[in-house]
């Protein structure tokens, strides 16, 4: 089974739910990696930028169309809360 990104939000929304400590984690990784000025394009939702996104998943998985695991996600969510004091 091939993941998706879809897929991928799917479990993470659904972790997040229960346990609320990641899920404010989650929120706050999918706020930072933001494109900047996100209201000023279609769709107008605070989405990362597409070329931002494909650099970090070709930079992290040697395949700029990966789907990151979502243990990987979660890790990195803790791992930055951790880090920066947030």
């Not at 070329?51 to 996600?73: G, N, Q, S």
């Amino acid at each position: 089974m091939s993941a998706s990104w879809s897929s991928l939000a799917a479990r993470l929304a659904l972790r997040g739910l229960l346990d609320p400590r990641l899920g404010i984690d989650l929120l706050r990784t999918t706020w930072a990696f933001r494109r900047r000025a996100w209201w000023t394009r279609a769709p107008f939702l605070p989405l990362p930028d597409p070329t931002y996104l494909r650099w970090r998943m070709y930079t992290a998985y040697a395949d700029e169309h990966a789907v990151p695991p979502a243990e990987d996600v979660v890790r990195f969510a803790r791992w930055r809360r951790e880090t920066m004091g947030l």
